[in-house]
Nanobody, 114 residues
Framework: QVQLVESGGGLVQAEGSLRLSCAAS????????MGWWRQAPGKQREIVAQ???????NYRDSVRGRFTISRDNAKNTMYLQMSGLKPEDTAVYYC????????WGQGTQVTVSI
């Protein structure tokens, strides 16, 4: 079974930075498009950024210019470099393939304080 493990979250002050990692196993990672999603308390999960197998990236408007998605196919790992963090970025962050697997990992909590 394909496994996705997110890591790198934490508590950071506004305008700070974090780097999230997503390690995938059990699949041919390099063939797949992938993305990062987030879910804040009481809100629906939303996509934050996505990247094709060739490294073409796209972002939701609210994070464009502050977040950078990347991948290392040799390491079966995807990253999300987040800078200029805002309190509204507080959420649990998840990674998944595109199209999504029918399940999600445990996510990693990002909390941005004022």
């Amino acid at each position: 079974q394909v496994q996705l493990v997110e890591s790198g979250g934490g508590l950071v002050q506004a305008e700070g930075s974090l780097r999230l990692s997503c390690a995938a196993s059990g699949t041919t990672f390099s063939r797949e498009s992938m993305g990062w999603w987030r879910q804040a308390p009481g809100k629906q999960r939303e996509i934050v950024a996505q990247i094709t197998r060739n490294g073409v990236a796209n972002y939701r408007d609210s994070v464009r210019g502050r977040f950078t998605i990347s991948r290392d196919n040799a390491k079966n790992t995807m990253y999300l470099q987040m800078s200029g963090l805002k309190p509204e970025d507080t959420a649990v962050y998840y990674c998944n393939f595109i199209p999504n697997l029918p399940y999600w990992g445990q996510g990693t909590q990002v909390t941005v304080s004022i």
